[in-house]
């Protein structure tokens, strides 16, 4: 079993930054695949980012592309995002999840794992 736990959400205004984390506890994350995702309110939930399993490759939705940037530390079991340029339709709750399979993917399927979310509000 994989836990997965996000932080460092909060409020930014348009055109802000913000770092969100996501700490694992239980079994190695080592040789997952991590992701983002993100729901906003009466939305489903959407892929945001990806990361594989050694930090080499990674993808971003068209949305973000240019803006975020995802990283992993598998010494430390975490998983970043670096969210820049943030706009209003930014503003959702960010989650983490950990898929087995060594390469990222996009498809919410893909994932096993899956933490609480962190909320993102970003203000015009």
């Known amino acids: 079993q994989v836990q997965l736990v996000e932080s460092g959400g909060g409020l930014v205004q348009a055109g802000g930054s913000l770092r969100v984390s996501c700490a694992a506890s239980?079994?190695?994350?080592?040789?997952?695949?991590m992701g983002w995702f993100r729901q906003a309110p009466g939305k489903e939930r959407e892929f945001v980012a990806a990361v594989n399993w050694s930090g080499s490759s990674t993808y971003y939705a068209d949305s973000v592309k240019g803006r975020f940037t995802i990283s992993r530390d598998n010494a430390k079991k975490t998983v970043h995002l670096q969210m820049n340029s943030l706009k209003p339709e930014d503003t959702a709750v960010y989650y983490c999840?950990?898929?087995?399979?060594?390469?990222?993917?996009?498809?919410?399927?893909?994932?096993?794992?899956w933490g609480q979310g962190t909320q993102v509000t970003v203000s015009s």
């Open positions: 999840a950990a898929s087995p399979s060594s390469d990222y993917h996009t498809a919410l399927g893909s994932y096993d794992y």
């Open positions: 239980g079994r190695t994350i080592r040789s997952y695949a």
